[in-house]
């Protein structure tokens, strides 16, 4: 399985940003999927999920900020980040909601700062 990741970049606060992950390698549309960051210093952290049949759960640091979607037909994972402050910073990747994750991809980065 392959994860490529993107969209990041520098914003400032109160800024938005729309990031993508292509999926390739799998059957796509029958995985939850969630977006993870990780911050310097940091552990991994899950930000928000959505099971294959699109319900979705966010983390409290980002929930009402962050929406997550996919397209099933495209192999897409979304994360439209609006209203982001500079404690979002962080390397954003995606992978499959479960104990059993996939290799991780690069990764995109997300700067946040005026």
């Known amino acids: 399985v392959q994860l490529q990741a993107s969209g990041g970049g520098l914003v400032q606060p109160g800024g938005s940003l729309r990031l993508s992950c292509k999926v390739s390698?799998?059957?796509?549309?029958?995985?939850?999927m969630g977006w993870y960051r990780q911050a310097p210093g940091n552990e991994r952290e899950l930000v928000a999920r959505i099971s294959h049949d699109g319900g979705t759960i966010y983390s409290d640091s980002v929930k009402g900020r962050f929406t997550i979607s996919r397209d099933n037909v495209w192999r897409t994972l979304y994360l439209q980040m609006n209203g982001l402050k500079p404690e979002d910073t962080a390397v954003y990747y995606c992978n499959r909601f479960t104990s059993a994750l996939w290799t991780w991809g690069q990764g995109t980065l997300v700067t946040v700062s005026s």
């Open positions: 390698g799998t059957n796509f549309r029958i995985h939850d």
